[in-house]
Nanobody, 121 residues
């Protein structure tokens, strides 16, 4: 499956962005989908994931209560609503897909190209 992420940008601290990721290719297979992020000089880290039917979601502790992951299977899309953004949220955000909801970067089967989120303080 191929993943195309979008929606990043420059936002002030306390602001919001909605990231989108659209899947193409083998979309007949049910995938868990998720988001990771990577800041300069840091390892890629898990942000949020959602089960293939949208029935279960997972969040990193650092974003719980501020970010919301959702999906629209009719559009083969997954979204990440980010609220109350902080400077430490600045990173390239990557969309991910795998048979199970992706929560560990080394186990992810498919990656999108990334979208930059920059939060100014």
């Amino acid at each position: 499956v191929q993943l195309q992420a979008s929606g990043g940008g420059l936002v002030q601290a306390g602001g919001s962005l909605r990231l989108s990721c659209v899947a193409s290719g083998r979309t007949d297979t049910k995938y868990g989908m998720g988001w990771f992020r990577q800041a300069p000089w840091k390892e890629r880290e898990f942000v949020a994931a959602i089960a293939s039917n949208g029935g279960k979601t997972y969040y990193a502790h650092s974003v719980k209560g501020r970010f919301t992951i959702s999906r629209d299977n009719a559009k083969n899309a997954v979204y990440l609503q980010t609220n109350d953004l902080k400077s430490e949220d600045t990173a390239v955000y990557y969309c991910a897909a795998d048979r199970e909801p992706p929560t560990v970067a080394n186990w992810v089967g498919s990656w999108g190209q990334g979208t930059q989120v920059t939060v100014s303080s």
